[in-house]
Nanobody, 125 residues
Framework: QVQLTESGGGSVQAGGSLRLSCSVS????????MGWFRQAPGKDRDFVAAIRFRDGTPVYADSVTGRFRISRDIAKREVYLQMNNLRPNDTAVYYC??????????????????WGRGTQVTVSS
């Protein structure tokens, strides 16, 4: 069983910052990409950012480019999402996920096999 555990969510005012963390534990699995997705109430789960685990190549959704930064620690099997200049429309449950498939870009949630339970991020105006 592969387990992902997110932490670092919370409530901030617009313009504030949060740092999310996600750790992978349990059964060993190949990690090609690790990604962050978010889901606001009544909306679909949207791609936020992903990182190619072996070399750290990131990819971002247009809506967060320049504000969010994804990074990873290979030894700890952890991924992080530094979120700056947060906006009310960033409010959502944030999920991390593992994509074990070689060669994928990282933005398609269908490529991800393992998901965390999510952490709530609330940004007030």
């Amino acid at each position: 069983q592969v387990q992902l555990t997110e932490s670092g969510g919370g409530s901030v005012q617009a313009g504030g910052s949060l740092r999310l963390s996600c750790s992978v534990s349990g059964r060993t699995t190949t990690i090609y990409n690790m990604g962050w997705f978010r889901q606001a109430p009544g909306k679909d789960r949207d791609f936020v950012a992903a990182i190619r685990f072996r070399d750290g190549t990131p990819v971002y959704a247009d809506s967060v480019t320049g504000r969010f930064r994804i990074s990873r620690d290979i030894a700890k099997r952890e991924v992080y999402l530094q979120m700056n200049n947060l906006r009310p429309n960033d409010t959502a449950v944030y999920y991390c996920a593992v994509d074990p498939t070689w060669g994928t870009r990282g933005a398609d949630p269908n490529d991800y096999d393992y998901w965390g339970r999510g952490t709530q991020v609330t940004v007030s105006s």
